[in-house]
Nanobody, 132 residues
Framework: HLQLEESGGGLAQPGGSLRLSCVAS???????????IAWFRQAPGKEREAVGCISISDDSTYYVDPVKGRFSLSRDNPNHTVYLQMDSLNTDDTAVYYCAAETIAPQILHMICPDPAKFDSWGQGTQVTVSS
């Protein structure tokens, strides 16, 4: 497993932006290039849902439909960090955001990414609140 730590959450106005960071550490860091990093979110009273995934090895990405065109993933491999840039935020984006990691081949990223049960390493989460 990787150890993951999220940061960057907070309060944003509708239409605003936030950037979340997910930093990986731990014993398995030497295998970081084999991993995909996912972002999930969970709103009060709702199930955890996927936001998107990025492959560390080749930069392949996957996004769920509600965030396509608004959210984007990027990576800083030397610093073992993945960023989730969130633009055009709306109140439906309010949730606790978690990053997760798993060894996933880029070719099947779109099949694995939506399912939180496929991921073994999780961060503690960071709160994102979108409100006027």
């Amino acid at each position: 497993h990787l150890q993951l730590e999220e940061s960057g959450g907070g309060l944003a106005q509708p239409g605003g932006s936030l950037r979340l960071s997910c930093v990986a550490s731990g014993f398995y860091l030497e295998y970081y290039h084999n991993y995909a990093i996912a972002w999930f979110r969970q709103a009060p009273g709702k199930e955890r849902e996927a936001v998107g995934c990025i492959s560390i090895s080749d930069d392949s990405t996957y996004y769920v439909d509600p965030v396509k065109g608004r959210f984007s993933l990027s990576r800083d491999n030397p610093n073992h960090t993945v960023y989730l840039q969130m633009d055009s935020l709306n109140t439906d984006d309010t949730a606790v955001y978690y990053c997760a990691a798993e060894t996933i081949a880029p070719q099947i990223l779109h099949m694995i990414c939506p399912d939180p049960a496929k991921f073994d390493s999780w961060g503690q989460g960071t709160q994102v609140t979108v409100s006027s």
